[in-house]
């Protein structure tokens, strides 16, 4: 019997090459060898953007195009959106119980985060709501509602993980062994780096390179992207490591481009115009199959729909029978 992986994504924007290179490809890999449940977790963005119901309703679809064009396999992998599984606020209900507010106040991501949301939380987190100090137990409850085993995460949702499995382990303490305690697995990318250099892509620090960016946001990203500083004059010498259009030619070109582009480099023989322009054909090629996979998508959403239906319908059955056992192990199966 194979194994069941849960993994969720929020809701709140398009994926970027940072998804793809630390999550993504780690995705396509697992489908062939698990029973795959993907959660769109809109429950969970709607706690740090439940002033902006819209956004969150349309980037269900968006993100869903975003990982069917990427090359999830919907006969493999079951997408499911959150919000129509009850069952997971239930169980969300009943594990609150089982955890202190101190032990949530402590938990780093959390605390990360608060710090990050001053707009909506205050400065010191003082206006703080209960559903986003509490949606670690909603994310447990994600995860157990599937048995979920395996859980592909960043390495920023370890703590998250623990969470949860502190949660199974005090369930099955009270209650009687009733649910498993999962494991993370990291994916094996590390973090892509931002244009600007940063050590992190991402849509909030206004570093990313969209999947669906098009040909003439491609252009002017890849044209504002960080290069050798010492380099002002187009036979100067450069350090190719430390260019941001040299690490996007390693991830998107082919290798024996990328000795060529890193040799001239070095001995002064090549422009960074010249390697920008080779890095935005480069770049598009790239993306032109994920472009396609998206046009078509985009073109029949009556299919994402039932992606979505089809994936919903089975998740809902898998976590009924999963609160079944939950309550009768906590006496209130009447
Ligand atoms: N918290 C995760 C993130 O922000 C998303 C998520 C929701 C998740 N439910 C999950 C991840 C369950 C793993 C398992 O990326």
Redesign the pocket.
């Known amino acids: 019997m194979k194994k069941t992986i849960?993994?969720?994504?929020?809701p709140t924007g398009n994926l970027h090459l940072g998804h793809l290179f630390g999550a993504g490809q780690n995705y396509i890999k697992l489908q062939d060898d698990y029973n795959f449940y993907l959660?769109i977790?809109d429950v969970?963005a709607l706690t740090d953007n439940f002033n902006n119901p819209e956004k969150v309703r349309k980037n269900v679809t968006e993100i869903t195009i975003d990982l069917l064009s990427i090359g999830l396999d919907p006969e493999k992998v079951n997408f499911f959106i959150?919000s129509k599984i009850p069952e997971i606020a239930e169980l969300t209900v009943f594990y609150s119980n089982l955890v202190t507010v101190a032990r949530l106040e402590r938990n780093p991501t959390v605390k990360t985060e608060i710090a990050q949301k001053k707009e909506l939380f205050g400065n010191d987190g003082e206006s703080i709501t209960y559903g986003f100090l509490g949606?670690p137990v909603?994310?447990a409850a994600?995860?157990t509602a599937f048995d979920?085993e395996v859980?592909?995460?960043?390495e920023?949702?370890l703590p998250?993980?623990e969470q949860c499995r502190e949660i199974v382990r005090k369930f099955n303490s009270i209650y009687g062994e009733t649910l498993k305690e999962p494991k993370a697995i990291l994916s094996e990318t590390k973090r892509v780096k931002g244009l600007d250099g940063n050590e992190k892509m991402g849509k909030s620090l206004g570093n990313a390179i969209f999947l669906n960016d098009n040909d003439e946001t491609i252009k002017k990203k890849v044209m504002s992207a960080i290069t050798d500083p010492a380099k002002i004059k187009k036979d100067d010498k450069a350090n190719p490591d430390i260019c941001m259009v040299y690490y996007y030619h390693k991830l998107v070109n082919k290798k024996e481009n990328n000795e060529k582009i890193c040799t001239e480099c070095k001995k002064g023989a090549r422009g960074c115009v010249q390697c920008k322009k080779e890095l935005i054909e480069a770049m598009n090629e790239f993306l032109n199959p994920i472009r396609q996979k998206r046009k078509y998508y985009e073109d029949h959403p009556e299919i994402v729909k039932e992606i979505l239906d089809n994936g919903t319908k089975k998740a809902k059955q898998r976590a009924e029978e999963q609160l079944k056992k939950v309550k009768k192990s906590m006496k209130i199966d009447y």
């Open positions: 849960l993994t969720g994504l929020r959660e977790a969970q959150q949606y909603s994310q994600d995860i979920g859980v592909p995460v960043g920023d949702q998250l993980l």
